[in-house]
């Protein structure tokens, strides 16, 4: 029985456009702005520090590692330091109401489903932990963070190596057969099902590459829970 449910956000609870055109976007527009007023802060300092490590280089000054961050933005890089900062910058932009968190029409009429059932949902995502809870605690659904237990992010491992789904088996107490991951991702779903998870594939639209080889669900409507 499926006591746990993992889901990815992109492709599958969210438009991959909304993030890739709005939010994505939105943290290039105002990176460099963001550097120069908040570098001095211990958050933002450490992640332009983990930037330069990445990088295997010191920057010369903000402009140089908004350069960096601007091409990791372009290359969508799952880069850690990456991540976090354009949290913090969303986190800015829905504190001003000018983003406003996407989900599908079905996300919270299942996610609130499952919770009653009593079932425990987690969120995966290479997004950091502040930038899933700002997406579903401003989201256009309104505030769906009550329905979740816990968030994971690429500080755990990366979403296409089963180490870091083994790592979220642990962390919530189950083993595999209990627990079901969602993604539009067939890489990560072969992840997951080598650490022993159940898997499912959202096939919402026609950027989603099929894997037959796990069940598919149009949305969260076609998903079986056992």
């Not at 993992?6 to 939105?26: A, K, M, N, R, W």
């Not at 001003?96 to 995502?125: C, F, N, R």
């Not at 997406?135 to 256009?140: A, N, P, T, V």
């Not at 189950?174 to 998870?197: M, Q, T, Y």
Request: proline share 4%; hydrophobic share 40%; net charge negative.
């Amino acid at each position: 029985m499926i006591k746990a449910i993992v889901t990815d956000i992109e492709g599958t609870t969210s438009s991959i456009d909304f993030v890739h055109q709005t939010l994505f976007p939105y943290a290039k527009q105002h990176l460099r702005r963001y550097l120069h007023e908040h570098a001095d802060q211990p958050e933002v300092a450490a992640q332009l520090a983990a930037t330069a490590e990445l990088e295997g280089r010191s920057f010369a000054s903000i402009d140089e590692a908004a350069d960096v961050l601007e091409r990791w933005i372009a290359e969508d890089r799952k880069a850690t330091p990456l991540k976090d900062l354009q949290g913090l910058i969303w986190a800015e932009g829905y504190a001003d109401g000018e983003l406003s968190g996407h989900v599908y029409a079905d996300t919270p009429i299942y996610l609130e489903q499952w919770h009653a059932a009593g079932k425990k949902l987690y969120v995966y995502s290479s997004g950091s932990e502040a930038a899933q809870k700002l997406i579903f605690g401003h989201s256009d659904a309104g505030d769906l963070t009550p329905l979740f237990s816990g968030y994971f992010d690429t500080r755990i491992g990366a979403k296409r190596e089963a180490a870091a789904y083994r790592t979220i088996l642990e962390r919530i107490g189950l083993p595999g057969s209990e627990v079901l991951f969602l993604s539009d991702i067939g890489e990560e779903l072969d992840a997951a099902r080598e650490a022993g998870l159940k898997t499912c594939q959202l096939i919402r639209d026609a950027k989603a590459k099929p894997f037959p080889a796990h069940p598919q669900a149009k949305d969260f409507s076609g998903i079986t829970i056992d």
